[in-house]
């Protein structure tokens, strides 16, 4: 991999960043109350921060956060908005942690990544006895992508939309690819499932949409992971 243009790369997308706003920003609140469901206590790295959405909510659960960036744009942002997490700016590959983690959070982060089972496989390595993984991802059989191949807005439901490239994103995994990518790293599954059922887009939701509309359809979303749009797998080393 050539570190400098992944980096660069990470920088075009993190100064363009939306990922916070509107509808995604009320499902990455919403994430943190599906991953603090699975949080036993102790230490929590989290993986991709990104602006720090999720990050702040984890510090309310930990006095020991790690967040691990490839953008400075982003860790600057960090450093400034929670000086009490340690924050280091390098690309995962290049990570080198001084303690294992009971948790290790990748949320949005497998379907940026160049290799999704090496980086599951490299953080399986720092977690301590016990730890587990919680990692949440889009999920390309959501009710609106399915709604865009029959209009012909997508090609199929994991071609990439304008949004996706945005993002950044390198692919979209349906609930057998993204678990597939957990069982091949060696990794066993504690917990799969969905939130947010979403029939159409962030932006027709944000038009449209009351507070109380959104949080009742991502709630919704927990009944059909396989149609909801965002997936989550909570998975620990094999003894």
Known sequence: MNDKKEIARLEGVATESIYADGANG????YTFEILRRFFDGGSIL?????????????CELSSNVTLVDGSEHFCKMLRNDLPQAHIECCLFEDYEPAEKFDMIVMGHVLEHVIDPVSIIELAAKWLAPGGCIFAAVPNSRSIHRQAAVTMGLLEQEDSMSELDIRHGHRRVFNPETFRACFTMAGMTIDSFGGYWLKPVSNS????????????????????????????????????
């Open 204 to 239: 027709q939701i944000e038009e449209t949409w009351t507070s109380d509309m959104l949080n009742a359809f991502l709630h919704l979303g927990e009944r059909y992971p396989d149609i909801a749009a965002e997936n989550y797998v909570v998975a620990r080393k094999k003894h």
């Open 46 to 58: 989290e993986l991709g921060p990104a602006e720090g959405l999720l990050s702040e909510k984890l």
């Open 26 to 29: 009320v499902m990455i609140r």
